[in-house]
């Protein structure tokens, strides 16, 4: 039975328990339990390479003392077991420095058991244990990959700019950064960890070599993440491609510490990020930034602070909205400095639909080095592939698509010599950014007015020009209905 078939089977038998409510939910008992089941797979490993292996999780609540037995506990007592000694033992490990503990409580500490029936609890627990076995390569390749999966299913409802950032996106910028061997790189709202599992794969690929590299590497890898999901399935991923002891992935707010706090010694060489747009903060969270950029805007608050976090020298690749690109006020103060601090090299202008189905918003990936101030910024449209008017869940970004960008890109070190104008690529110099107040929204000059002829792209066009003409009328009625109510209020107080 294949893995994406036996989580499929999981999901239909915690879809007849009342206890779980919606795909989130779903998703999060099913990590918890995998979480359990992966580490033990791992703890075999580790037990084979080294006889003073000892577990930083009590006997009794080893996945193999208590779920491995296809016959073992089952009904209440399973469910007795999980709410009463497994969840509480587990949010209150000692750590007394290990590490390990320290990891295994902060993935449980917002954990939590919704399933009401102890016999469906066992029927999942059966399903994960016979047909999943992390320690077979094949299986852990292909878990990986179903992984991805269900960290796109979770991610399938999008709320407050939160995203699943597609693979193809995520190992384009790591491939551009090109994180080295020792450079540390930081994603400071890391999500499930698509950013960080890039960045393991890029360096092992080109860089590790040796047992002692593999070392180097697991210690430059850092996340931070405010939610509990995500925490929990972004530990699940570091385990699953090969950090031993992620406890570098935080569960905190990184926006919550004042952006001063930040000194020299937390400086990164790589960020690597999709932030959170369009959402906003808790109130006063702003209030650790300095007055010219205080917002509620996250994306904004996190991009002052890549700025800060980064190394003179350090290299960056972000995901942002179009918002960002032409918004005014501190955005503007913050365009500003972002041009006077680094050089915002590179702007990838990607077509819409690539978050789709999860949102239409239209977004770019931003490339930029601290320590040098910008000259020229570098604008690239990323074209739709050929036959393509959109992408979808059945047609989604590749990453081979950016093989145009990838051969056009040349290199840093001589100021992009090689890059030339095309119709794709255009250059935009400082001095004319500045004669727009920092607008960065630059359309592709080579590129005329385009009129299409398609009756589906029309129609759409005249249903969205419909919509804003409703709009308009839906305000105008509103604000007579206000000025209507004044005067009346005023008559009555005569």
Same mark, same amino acid.
């Given at each position: ?130 047909? &999943? ?87 430059? &890898? %850092?996340?931070?993440?405010? $939610? ?141 080095? $601290? ?81 299409? %002829? ?41």
């Amino acid at each position: 039975m294949s893995i994406s078939t036996v989580i499929k089977s999981i999901q239909d038998i915690m879809r007849k328990d009342v206890g779980v409510d919606g795909d989130a939910q779903r998703i999060g008992q099913l990590v918890w339990m995998l979480f359990l089941k992966i580490y033990d797979d791992r703890e075999q490993e580790w037990e084979l390479f080294d006889d003073n292996y000892k577990s930083p999780i009590p006997t009794a609540m080893r996945w193999r003392n208590w779920a491995a037995n296809p016959e073992g506990i089952t009904g209440d007592e399973l469910k007795n077991f999980i709410d009463a000694t497994l969840f509480p033992g587990l949010q209150n490990l000692e750590i007394a420095g290990d590490k390990r503990a320290a990891v295994i409580r902060s993935v449980f500490e917002d954990a939590y058991n919704y399933m009401k029936s102890g016999q469906l609890i066992r029927q999942v627990i059966n399903k994960i244990q016979e047909g &999943i076995d992390f320690n077979k390569s094949q299986q852990r390749h292909a878990f990986g990959d179903m992984y991805e999966q269900i960290l796109k299913d979770l991610q399938s409802a999008g709320n407050s700019g939160e995203f699943y950032t597609p693979r193809a996106v995520t190992e384009f910028m790591v491939d551009r950064v090109d994180p080295k061997l020792e450079d540390s790189v930081m994603d400071p709202a890391c999500g499930t960890g698509g950013f960080l599992t890039c960045t393991i794969e890029h360096k092992r690929k080109r860089y590790v070599q040796s047992p002692t590299d593999e070392k180097v590497l697991q210690q430059t &890898i %850092h996340g931070v993440e405010k $939610k509990p999901l995500p925490h929990l399935l972004a530990t699940t991923n570091m385990i699953l491609h090969g950090i031993e002891t992620p406890d570098q992935i935080r569960h905190d707010n990184t926006l919550n510490r004042p952006y001063r706090d930040w000194g020299p010694k937390e400086r990164v060489d790589v960020i690597v990020a999709n932030p959170p747009f369009g959402g906003t903060e808790e109130d006063g969270i702003e209030n650790n930034f300095p007055a010219e950029f205080r917002t509620r805007e996250t994306a904004d608050l996190f991009m002052a602070l890549f700025i800060r976090l980064l190394k003179d020298g350090g290299r960056a690749a972000v995901v942002l909205p179009d918002g960002f690109l032409f918004g005014e006020g501190m955005k503007t103060r913050l365009k500003e400095r972002l041009l006077n601090d680094c050089n915002l090299h590179t702007i990838v202008r990607l077509p819409n639909g690539v978050f789709n189905p999860y949102t239409g918003i239209k977004t770019n990936l931003l490339f930029f080095t $601290k320590g040098q101030p910008t000259e020229n910024i570098w604008y690239y449209e990323h074209p739709y592939p050929e036959g393509y008017k959109s992408y979808s869940k059945t047609k989604p970004m590749r990453f081979d698509e950016f093989a145009t960008e990838i051969d056009w890109w040349g290199n840093e070190a001589d100021g992009f010599a090689k890059r030339v104008e095309n119709e794709q690529a255009w250059k935009v110099s400082l001095s004319d950014i500045q004669a727009r107040n920092y607008n960065l929204d630059i359309k592709n000059p080579h590129v005329g007015e385009q009129i299409s %002829h398609d009756p589906d792209e029309l129609l759409a066009q005249y249903a969205d020009q419909q919509n804003d003409i409703q709009k308009l009328r839906d305000q105008l009625k509103g604000i007579l209905a206000a000025a209507l109510t004044g005067e009346k209020g005023g008559e009555t107080a005569k």
